[in-house]
Structures are given as C-alpha cells and as structure tokens.
C-alpha cells in the first residue's frame, strides 16, 4: 500500500472515532442542559407559585383583621351605648337627650343610634333624618330580636338605597316592652379596606355576604350588590361562587387566576382575593428565557471543548493505525512508539510487545516447518511397516475370533439347560412346600372334624336324654289331665244336682206363698249358678279333651324323633371312626410330602450350583470373545491407522512446504 494510501486510511479512521464520539456526547450535553433548563424553570414556577399564594394569603389576613378590628371597634362603641342605655333606665325625654348627645358621634353611624318598639315606636337623634314606615317589618328590627348583645346582621340597602349593616340587640331598661336598639354603619370605610390593602401588585379583592352570595364591596362599583352565581359568564365569578357554595375556604387556582378566599370572624361574609397567574409566572418565564439562552451557550462552548479533546485524544490513535496497516500487509520490521501512560499508550506498548513476539514466532516456524519435512518423510517410511504387520496381525485375530466364537456358543447352550433345570427344580421346590403347607392345613382341618364330630355325638346323646325326659313330662301331664276330667265330671254332676235342689226349692217357695218368696229368689239364683257351673264344666272338659290330643301327638312326635336321634346318633359315631380313618392317612401323606421336599432341596441346590457355574463359563465365554472382537477391531483400526499415518505424512510434507511458503512472506 503506498504511502498517500495509508494517510487516507488514517485520516478516515480519525474522522470515524471523532464522529461517533461526537454523536453519542453531544446529544447527552444538550439533553442534560435542556433537563437542567426544565428543572429550574418548573422549581422557580413552584416556588414563585408558593411565595405569590403565601403574600396573597397574608394579604389576604391583613385586610380581614383590618375588617374585623373597624368593625369590632364599631361594636364596641355600640355594645358601650347599649349598656349606658340600660344602666340610666331613662324615660322617654332623657332617652331622647342620650340619643342626641350620640348623633354624629362616631362618624360610621351618621344616624347613630335608635330604638324600635314592637308597637312599632321609633326613638331616634333630633338631627335624625332616618324614616322607618314600619319599624316591627324592618330589617334591623327582626335582626335585633334575635340576640340579647350587639351583633351585626346581614347586610342590606337602607332607604336611601346605600348598603349598610346593622349591629342592633334587644335592650331592657325599666318596662315590660320589647325594645331593640341599632346602629347602621355604612360599608364605605370597608370599601377602602378591601380595595386600598392589597399588598401585591396587580392583585384585586372583594367581599362577598355567603347568606345571598352578594358582593359588599369591589373595586369595579357595577359588581357591588350583584349576586354571585355559578351559571355566570366570568369563569372567575363562576369559580368563586362554587368554591363559597362548597365552603372551600383555601387557596385555590380558577381558571388563569390564583385565588385565596378567607371568611371575617363574626360575620357571614369572605373575603376574597385574587391575581392573575401570568404576572405571578412573568418573572419565571423571564428567568426561563434567561436559562435557555445560557444552556445554548452552554452547548456551544461544550461541543468546542469536545472537539479539541476528541482531537488530542484521537491524535495518537494514527501512529497505531500506521503500525497496524503495515502489519496487515505483513511488515514486522516495523517500530512502534509508545509515549504516554494511558489507554492509547498501554495500547502501543502491547502493540510493541506483539510485533516482537510475531518476529520470535515466524523465526520460530520456519525453522520448525524444515524440521517437520524431515520427520514427515521418516513418519512415511514407518507407517508403511507398521501397515503390513497390521494386516497379519488382523487376519490371525480373525481366526481366534471365530474359534472363540464357536466356544462361546456351546457354553452359553449348556449355561441355558442348566438355568432351566435350576428353574424346574426351584418350580417343583415351590410346589411341594405348596402341597406341604396344604397338607398340613387339611390335617388340622381333619383334627378339628374329627373334634367337631365328637362333639356333635355328646349333644346327640344329651339331645336324645332330653327327650326322654321330655316323654317323660309329657306323660305325666296326660295323667294329669285326665284327672283334671274327672273332678271337672264330679262338678258337673254336682251342678246338676245343685239344680235339682233349687227347683225343688222352687216349688216349695212356691207352696209356702208370700213366706217363701225370699228363698224363691235364692233358689232362682243357686239355680242359675248351678247352671253356669254346669256350663263351664263342660267347657272344661272340652278344653281338657283338646289338650289330651295335643299330648297324644306330641308324645308320638317325641317318640319319633327319639327315634330320628338314636339313628344320627349311630351315623355320627361311624363319621367319628371314619375321620379318625382319614386323618391317619393324611397324616402318613404329610410325612411323605416332607420326604419329598427334602429331596427336592437337595436336587435344586445341586442344579443351582450347575447353574451359576455354567453362567460364570458363558460369561467368561463372552468377555472372551468381546475382548477377541475388540482385538480383530484394534488390529483392523491399527491398519487403517497406518494407512491414515501415510497418507498424513504425506499431507505433513506438503504443509511443511506450505507453511515455509507463507512464512516467507513476512519480513522479520
């Protein structure tokens, strides 16, 4: 490559690294600074937001105490009038010079004071120029009968049509009548309060009445006595009359306006103060402005400082780029300087460190590629002997392969009969301890019917005296009955008899007349008894006949199945002798069963040993083979290896030649 080549090269290495440095730093100056900008612009707008709302609401307080101290001083005069009032207990004339005497007194009240009756008497000051046609309807009337100390009411328009509030009571001096004493004071100096006491620049105030949402005092005279409404055109009216319905007495931001609304102690009405937004935020969007044209400035002079950096930064990496170039086209002789201790210097010495152990290296090879056509030729000559003793060794492997072969086949012939025998044996083993345990069972069973049979002839034999005995009873109970017979024929014998007596008791009733009558009676009803035994007698006899027939059959029934249990009695002791038969063959059976088992043993433990030993011969017989198969492969893998050696070292040759070929190409 030539040397006007190699300086484009590395001048567009430099303009790449420049490039992308520049597009990834750049963007993350200007989105930083941009942040920073949105940050202090939204902190300055917070914070100018929270002074603006804390000097509106302290503005908002002073002109509300300033509200309340005029009108708690009114109060106080007029709380002060009221007591002397009560205090003199005046008729009407001194009244009059009282209410005379506080005309024009406080010049807030230019009426001063008066006195409504509910009779609807008015006292009033001479120079008075009040006029109430009805003082019991009046506001200031109505207001007063309410309390019993000077408080103010709402506020309304006189009859000169200014709006003024009334601070009246009841008052008590003497008499039984109701009385109300008040004072109208003017809204005017709280007009001056509300407009002339705001504190900020571009702020305004008015006081609403929350009873009718009436505006007391404004500064624009057209809003004063007007209703607020939230249905009202000016958003800021309508904001404010909502927030005064929902009783939302805080700071609150309607519209482009931030509001701050506060209520007057002892009063129903609020104060409320407002400024506009934008001058509260002119001076942050000042301060913004300020901020953004700094940061573009900002960004100017960054980008100029990252540019003469990347440049310094970026000016060794052309040496390296050199360096490298020559490298790529394969010029070791090259030397590269490394003149500073960071990353680009630690790069250069590394650099330095691998060119020198490129020269040691391709030194190294090419000396190593000689010495490896050397040694690839002699691998050739050797792979060439070790191939043919190879293939003899194979083909005799091959034999011993199938000899071996032959073997293994007849052992695993005989390992497989005598595992047979072994599991025939083990199967008649199992068998005969089958049959063994069968016997043995069917013994106790024989055992238990031989026990069961004796059993069964002792209760025959007792079942057979049992009914003997009861034949026996059975007897004695027809004797009996035929007894009961004979005295049942005595009693009725003795009932006819009886009979006789009372007719012929009857008759001689009958002949001794009305003397006789009582015993003809007596011997009506021995006559009837007599009857009725006669009766029941016979019912007797006829029951005892019964039951003499019943006898009759059970001692023939009782009889025949004596009989019945003599002959099972006979049939159970011939089944006794027979069981007595069957268990002694079955015991002579046992015996031999257990014989036969113990032979058994011993030729199942002989085929077992047969067995294993004939497993252990067909293994060996295996791994004889396995191991002359593997031989066979290993010969036929030792052929093709030094087949493949061959060729290898062929194919060394010519690599050797090259890799001394390429090696040349460097300049070392």
């Not at 612009?41 to 914070?47: A, D, G, M, Q």
């Not at 129903?268 to 942050?284: A, R």
Request: glycine share 4%; hydrophobic share 40%; proline share 1%.
């Amino acid at each position: 490559m030539s040397e006007k080549g190699t300086t484009e090269v590395k001048l567009r290495k430099s303009g790449k690294i420049r490039n992308k440095l520049l597009i990834f730093i750049v963007p993350i100056v200007v989105l930083t600074i941009i942040a920073l900008v949105f940050i202090a612009s939204y902190l300055s707008e917070k914070r100018m937001t929270e002074m603006a709302t804390s000097e509106l609401n302290s503005s908002l307080s002073n002109q509300a105490d300033n509200i309340e101290a005029w009108l708690d001083d009114n109060l106080q005069f007029f709380a002060t009038a009221k007591q002397t009032i009560e205090g003199l207990n005046p008729d009407d004339e001194e009244l009059q010079k009282i209410l005379d005497s506080y005309y024009g007194y406080n010049k807030n009240s230019p009426e001063g004071l008066r006195i409504g009756t509910a009779d609807g008497a008015l006292y009033k000051a001479s120079a008075s120029e009040l006029e109430e046609k009805d003082v019991a309807s009046s506001e200031w009337f109505r207001q007063g009968l309410t309390r019993v100390n000077m408080a103010y009411g709402t506020a309304y328009k006189n009859a000169e049509g200014s709006n003024v509030i009334s601070a009246s009571g009841i008052v008590n001096y003497g008499d039984d009548s109701i009385k109300v004493i008040a004072a109208d004071v003017t809204l005017d100096k709280i007009s001056i309060i509300v407009n002339s006491g705001v504190k900020m620049t571009d702020a305004s105030s008015f006081l609403v009445d929350t009873n009718d949402n009436t505006i007391l005092a404004h500064r624009d005279k057209s809003l004063v006595s007007t209703t607020l409404s939230d249905t009202s055109d000016n958003k800021l009216l309508a904001g404010i009359a909502t927030a005064i319905t929902e009783r939302n007495f805080t700071s609150l931001t309607i519209g482009s306006y931030m509001v701050a609304l506060k209520q007057i102690q002892g009063t129903d009405w609020v104060l409320v103060s407002y400024i506009p937004t934008k001058v509260i935020l002119s001076s942050v969007q000042q301060l913004a402005n300020y901020l953004m044209i700094t940061g573009i400035i900002s960004v100017v002079i960054i980008i100029l400082l990252i540019l003469f950096v990347v440049q310094k930064v970026v000016a060794p990496l052309s040496h390296i780029s050199e360096n490298i170039s020559a490298m790529s086209s394969g010029d070791f002789t090259i030397e590269v300087k490394s003149e500073s201790n960071d990353e680009i210097g630690i790069m250069g010495a590394r650099m330095r460190d691998f060119v020198q152990s490129m020269r040691h290296m391709l030194t190294s090879i090419s000396e190593e590629s000689d010495k490896l056509k050397q040694e690839s030729e002699t691998s050739d000559e050797v792979s060439k002997s070790m191939y043919d003793a190879s293939q003899s060794q194979a083909e005799a492997m091959q034999q011993l392969n199938e000899t071996v072969d032959q073997l293994a086949v007849a052992v695993n012939d005989i390992a497989q009969n005598a595992t047979t025998l072994a599991t025939v044996v083990a199967d008649t083993r199992e068998n005969s301890e089958k049959a063994d345990a069968s016997m043995k069972e069917t013994v106790k069973i024989s055992q238990k019917g031989r026990e069961d049979m004796e059993k069964l002839s002792h209760a025959m034999d007792g079942i057979q005296d049992a009914n003997t005995r009861l034949v026996g009873s059975i007897n004695k109970v027809g004797t009996a009955s035929e007894e009961i017979t004979n005295i049942v024929s005595m009693i009725g014998e003795i009932a006819e008899e009886t009979n006789l007596l009372s007719l012929n008791a009857s008759i001689e009733a009958a002949r001794a007349g009305d003397a006789g009558k009582g015993f003809a009676v007596v011997a009506t009803q021995i006559g009837k008894l007599a009857q009725t035994s006669a009766e029941s007698a016979t019912n007797i006899s006829n029951l005892i006949e019964e039951v003499h027939k019943l006898i009759d059959e059970a001692v023939g029934q009782a009889n025949a199945s004596a009989e019945s249990i003599e002959k099972n009695s006979d049939l159970i002791h011939i089944a006794v002798d027979t069981f007595d038969q069957i268990y002694n063959n079955i015991q002579a059976s046992n015996d031999c069963i257990e014989e036969m088992i113990r032979d058994v043993e011993k030729v199942d433990d002989v085929a077992t040993n047969v067995a294993a030993i004939s497993e252990e011969q067909a293994a060996s017989a295996d791994e004889i083979l396995a191991t002359s198969q593997n031989m066979v492969e290993q010969a036929k893998n030792i052929s093709s290896n030094s087949q493949d050696v061959a060729n290898n070292s062929h194919e060394l040759a010519n690599t050797s030649e090259t890799l001394s070929s390429h090696v040349q190409q460097f300049k070392i």
